[in-house]
């Protein structure tokens, strides 16, 4: 029996990993060797029961709609969660998702994507006023949830994710990355703590265009949790990353907080420091944390995480998880470790350890998009 | 009836002098608050029916002389018929009163503290070492809105756009639970108050108004409004950091209160504003609160006399269904939620109550927590737990269930020498607490005791912050609410339920 | 002088302009289309200022208030006069429920009736002494807890009190009835005398006051015969508990 779903008999499912991303601001697209070379540097953080990438501007004939990414473990599930979708989306396109067949990813799922838009007058409609990201993200839960044999992986636009049990480097090959493309890609090896590792349970964790990769296990867990349960956020995988993933959907897309700000409850500034700011920031930052202490991330962790704006890197306030940046022109990498970047950008202009919760922010110059099909290698 | 002097009740315990140690210097019979002890011409006497074993005598008889030892006088009793069951027939049917008694409930429920268990970090994720890394415990009581509000200044910079409303600072998340002047003596007040300055943290006054030596600590006093009202008025109100709402109380829901005319000197009746010698009468309700609309009535009326600037905090007892009568208070609009479990301490209750009515505070505080969560309402109020927390262990587990701060009444008390024999009703407490017998007052120095206070939440503090440290966190909001941190023994499935904690092992 | 229209104005509104009139020094204020904001006269302070009520106002009245003067032109609804420090309320209509609940210090005049529970633990200390005024009846539970002040029920307009369970629990301040008297409704805890020349003289300055504040004829009143009611001990709860 494959595993796509966290069945095993854990509160938690927390692992120890490596992890890394790219991202070029003037959106110039690479293929998937250079993250796959990068992550394979890692190996040794992982032990072959989680790997995964995520990828941005790989859909750019789909862009304005949804790309789903489901992994069915029984054909049966497939046919159940294709009902529900074709009641509540137009789907513009479905097709299985390309894979090579290799010795070593020998046991997957059926991988198959859709790239779908909500129907305006779908049935929920009658109920709600949703718009149509928060309808896909209700969807999302509510498949992961309660079809059995079936898991959506990856829902943002123009993006994906695409992972599963395995080494990455694995995992890249299985999902042919050398022939897609984009201007950021992050990627991850997984070390899983307390379950033998399952597929859904692979990084980037990924909702809507977010898409998440973590290390650490992350202390407060426990009480990150049942405060987006307050939200109506359901914790089914019960991971690290599926937490930091709603936190920063909870701060950025329904409270609207800027990143930086966002960034700063997942690590905030001790009171020590606080109390040391002018009192305007003093004031800020005191309501911030009164306001969002739960949402604290306490105890080690690093992330790296995109969306359709950019990608951020951080690690926890007091630095229990390594996080090395460096950048080359328009491009930024960050990897748990300098030799990952090393083997893709041996001479880039900076390298540098970022500080305890100081964000390496890097965002896309939207003015100076480039033609599509432009691309450049290293 | 005409009353007989016969009386079938024995002592408890017996004061014993050994007379060949004894130098008659009677420091005993000055020290006791009782009255147990009187020169016989040669010799210490001692009446052992007046001996409550508040172990005053023994610790100040220079020589070591006394002893004081449970009566070995057997009163038969089974396992049906207990002593006190037998000796408390007997004390009715020779007076026809309600027993009445100080402290919390001397009988022997669950504790369920001490069957819980915490969480530490091996591996996986790293412990952090509490003594040379930051290890925050500053909490804010009051209501928190549920987003940022946030606007930009000049330079784009994000700024807060509306007012935080108003928080009580605490450097560690302890406050001193309510003991009014009256049922505690001012100098016990004082030594609180020193201490919640030196700390940091916050004392209540109760339901007995605001001595003036008291004024200048107004930054560290939750000022309580009971139903008998003692004490408050409009500059009342303003002179603390918050104004508490005082419903009722763990040792004694749904009873008033009731301090009798002989403890009302001249002091106790300038602080309470009412005259010398008669009974200071609190009715069970609030005759301004009937119903759930009326509270909302008194918080904002209150708010209206502070003009928004003081959190209002409303104590209740936790009862059967503490948790919707929570969540009422909350949408009420009330800052700060105390609540007192079952058995925690008073000044004077029927036994009755004190000891049969009620619910522990671990089970209420799980079950509000996870109500106001239920409800997505947790951030409009912080919840105070009390009802008897004895250790740092305690209120590590009270805060890991959902509590944003614990109240220390019971452990004020035995700091400053309480033996809890639980007559603070009598007002003859010899360690000069819960009296207001002059001459047992002075000998309470407020600022060995305040130190002593600080002391023993400054300790209690840092073993707090061990714990966080094992636990891989250096921030208290960390563990607020975190139940994935702990874990039950010797529980059952409702227990475990009722505790929203998981059986150790799973 | 400040008028203000309330009509629709929220109470929070309300009462922060009135505290900002105040602070500002003004004296007199006038209140128009008031109906059911709550909490006017809150917890405000000054011997010399005077709210003049035109409409119904809500609960709490004059709740912790410490010297000003409300005068309410038609009735006023529960609490008024609430933990009252010193200050008047005047209602030229009834009132509500729970009149005077701890009053401390101050009058309450009331033209005709109130409801249930009027002057419930009311209490005098040093030179504070509330006083309450009713014209007309009062409902059950009357002076329940009554701890210090007086209390006059006049009776006008041939009124009844027609509530019981009065004065249980009385352990200070004086009640004074107008009219007959059913002694059944008194609790046990409470004495009563025919009230002397002194009380009349001593309820005289109160019952002038409250006669000109309705403009009415004060000389029937203080024509009449008056019935004290006292505690009959400080102490009501001496002998009900044992320590155990």
Redesign the interface.
């Known amino acids: 029996m494959l595993r796509i779903k966290n069945k095993f008999?854990a509160?938690?499912d927390?692992s120890?990993c490596g992890l890394c991303g790219i991202i070029n601001a003037k959106k110039v697209k690479t293929n998937g060797s250079d993250i796959k070379k990068a992550i394979s540097v890692e190996h040794d953080r992982g032990n072959g029961l989680g790997g995964g990438f995520a990828v941005y501007g790989n859909y750019p004939d789909y862009a304005e709609l949804y790309a789903f990414h489901i992994m069915y473990d029984n054909l049966s599930a497939k046919t159940d969660v294709e009902t529900y979708l074709k009641n509540n989306f137009i789907i513009e396109k479905e097709e299985p998702i390309a894979t090579l067949r290799t010795s070593k990813i020998y046991d997957h799922p059926y991988l198959h994507r859709y790239f779908i838009k909500p129907k305006t007058d779908r049935q929920d409609k009658l109920f709600h006023e949703l718009g149509d990201d928060d309808f896909v993200v209700n969807s999302v839960m509510l498949i992961n949830q309660n079809y059995d044999g079936a898991y959506v992986f990856s829902s943002g636009k123009n993006m994906g994710a695409f992972k599963g049990v395995g080494y990455p480097e694995d995992i890249a090959d299985f999902y042919k990355l050398e022939e897609i493309e984009g201007y950021m890609w992050t990627a991850h090896n997984r070390f899983p703590?307390?379950t033998p590792g399952w597929w859904g349970g692979a990084h980037p964790f990924t909702l809507l265009d977010w898409s998440i990769v973590h290390n650490?296990?992350?202390?407060?867990?426990?009480?990150n949790?049942?405060?987006l349960?307050?939200?109506?956020y359901n914790l089914a995988l019960r991971t690290d990353t599926e937490v930091i993933t709603y936190i920063l959907d909870l701060l950025i897309r329904?409270?609207?907080?800027?990143i930086r700000?966002a960034l700063t409850v997942l690590a905030s500034p001790?009171?020590?420091n606080i109390d040391k700011m002018d009192s305007?920031r003093k004031?800020?930052y005191?309501?911030?944390?009164?306001?969002?202490?739960?949402a604290?991330l306490?105890?080690?962790f690093a992330i790296v995480f995109g969306y359709l704006g950019g990608m951020v890197a951080m690690n926890d306030?007091?630095k229990?998880r390594p996080l090395v940046a460096a950048s080359a022109g328009d491009f930024t990498y960050v990897a748990s470790e300098e030799a990952a970047i090393k083997a893709i950008c041996p001479f880039p202009d900076i390298i540098w350890s970022p500080k305890a919760g100081e964000p390496v922010i890097v965002e896309f110059e939207e003015k100076k998009v480039p033609q599509k099909g432009e691309m450049i290698r290293l | 009836m005409t009353k007989t002097s016969f009386s079938n009740l024995q002592p408890e315990y017996l004061a014993l002098v050994d007379h060949n140690k004894c130098v008659r210097c009677k420091r005993c019979i000055q020290n006791c608050g009782w009255g147990t002890y009187s020169f016989g011409g040669d010799k210490i006497l001692a009446d052992h029916s007046k001996c409550v074993a508040c172990g005053r005598c023994y610790t100040y008889c220079p020589e070591g002389a006394i002893s004081i030892v449970k009566n070995p006088t057997v009163i038969r009793e089974n396992a049906n018929w207990k002593e006190n069951l037998v000796q408390n027939i007997w004390r009715q049917s020779e007076t026809g009163g309600i027993i009445i008694s100080g402290m919390g409930t001397t009988f022997k429920y669950k504790k369920y503290f001490d069957h819980i268990l915490l969480d530490a970090c091996q591996v996986t994720n790293p412990s952090i070492d509490p003594l040379r890394e930051p290890m925050e415990l500053r909490t804010y009581l009051g209501k928190k809105p549920a987003k940022l509000d946030l606007g930009m200044d000049e330079n784009g910079e994000p700024v807060l756009k509306s007012k935080m409303p108003p928080q009580i600072e605490l450097q560690t998340p302890f406050v001193f639970g309510a003991m009014s002047y009256g049922s505690i003596s001012l100098n016990a007040q004082k030594a609180i108050a020193l201490a919640a300055r030196a700390l940091g943290i916050v004392m209540n006054t109760g339901e007995g108004g605001l001595h003036d030596d008291l004024v200048p600590f107004g930054k560290n006093i939750i000022v309580q409004v009971a139903s008998g009202r003692f004490g408050v008025h409009r500059d009342y109100l303003n002179s603390g950091i918050a104004v508490e709402i005082k419903i009722g109380q763990g040792a004694k829901p749904g009873i008033g209160g009731h301090l009798p005319g002989e403890k009302i000197g001249l002091d106790i009746s300038r602080t309470r504003m009412i005259p010398v010698g008669t009974d200071a009468i609190s009715p069970a309700p609030h005759h301004d609160i009937y119903s759930i609309e009326d509270l909302r009535q008194l918080i904002y009326a209150i708010k209206e006399a502070t003009d928004y600037e003081k959190p209002v905090s409303v104590k209740v007892a936790a009862v059967h269904n503490i948790a919707a009568i929570v969540s009422g208070i909350v949408r009420a609009g009330a800052d700060i939620v105390y609540i007192d479990g079952y058995t925690g301490g008073t000044g004077a209750a029927p036994n009755i109550v004190r000891d049969h009515v009620g619910l522990p505070i671990e089970l209420a505080l799980a079950q509000v927590d996870e109500r106001l969560r239920e409800e997505g309402i947790r951030n409009e109020a912080s919840i105070i737990a009390a009802g008897s927390i004895r250790s740092s262990a305690d209120a590590v587990k009270a805060i890991a269930l959902g509590a944003d701060a614990v109240a220390i009444g019971t452990a004020a008390l035995i700091v400053m020498g309480c033996h809890v024999c639980g007559k603070c009703n009598t007002g003859n407490c010899s360690w000069g607490i819960t009296t207001q017998r002059p001459e047992l007052v002075r000998r309470l120095d407020p600022e060995v005791y305040g130190e002593r206070l600080y002391n023993l939440i400054s300790a209690w503090s840092h073993e707090i912050q061990e714990v966080l440290g094992a636990m891989g966190v250096n921030s208290i909001e960390s563990l607020r609410g975190s139940r994935e941190r702990l874990r039950g023994v010797e529980l059952t499935d409702a227990e475990l339920k009722a505790l929203g904690i998981k059986h150790a092992g799973l | 002088m400040m008028t203000i229209d309330a009509a629709g104005m929220p109470y929070k509104e309300l009462n922060k302009q009135i505290r900002e009139g105040i602070a500002k020094g003004i004296k007199k204020f006038f209140l128009e289309n008031v109906n059911g904001q709550y909490y006017i006269g809150d917890g405000i302070k000054g011997d010399d200022v005077i709210i003049n009520i035109n409409g119904t106002p809500g609960n709490d009245l004059g709740a912790f208030m410490d010297g000003p003067t409300l005068i309410v032109n038609n009735n006023a609804q529960d609490n008024i006069g609430n933990t009252m420090n010193s200050g008047k309320i005047i209602v030229k209509g009834d009132a509500g429920d729970v009149v005077g609940y701890g009053m401390r210090g101050g009058r309450i005049y009331i033209f005709g009736n109130a409801g249930y529970r009027v002057g419930i633990h009311m209490k005098g200390y040093n030179e504070q002494l509330p006083v309450i005024i009713i014209g007309g009846k009062v409902g059950s539970f009357f002076a329940e807890y009554m701890a210090g002040g007086v209390i006059v029920l006049l009776g006008l307009n041939n009124t009844e009190p027609d509530g019981e369970y009065f004065a249980s629990g009385m352990h200070g301040g004086t009640i004074y009835i107008r009219k007959n008297i059913d002694f059944s409704k008194y609790s046990k805890e409470v004495e009563f005398i025919q009230a002397d020349e002194n009380d009349m003289n001593f309820l005289k300055k109160y019952l002038m006051e409250y006669s000109d504040s309705f403009n009415i004829s004060a000389e029937e009143i203080l024509g009449s015969s008056f019935y004290k009611i006292t505690p009959s001990s400080a102490r009501p709860y001496a002998h009900l508990y044992t320590s155990a």
């Open positions: 008999n509160e938690r927390i120890g703590t307390n650490g296990e992350i202390s407060s867990y426990g009480i949790k049942r405060y349960e307050m939200y109506k329904k409270h609207r907080l800027p700000l001790f009171y020590q305007g004031e800020l005191t309501a911030l944390r009164q306001i969002y202490g739960s604290l306490n105890g080690p306030r007091i229990l």
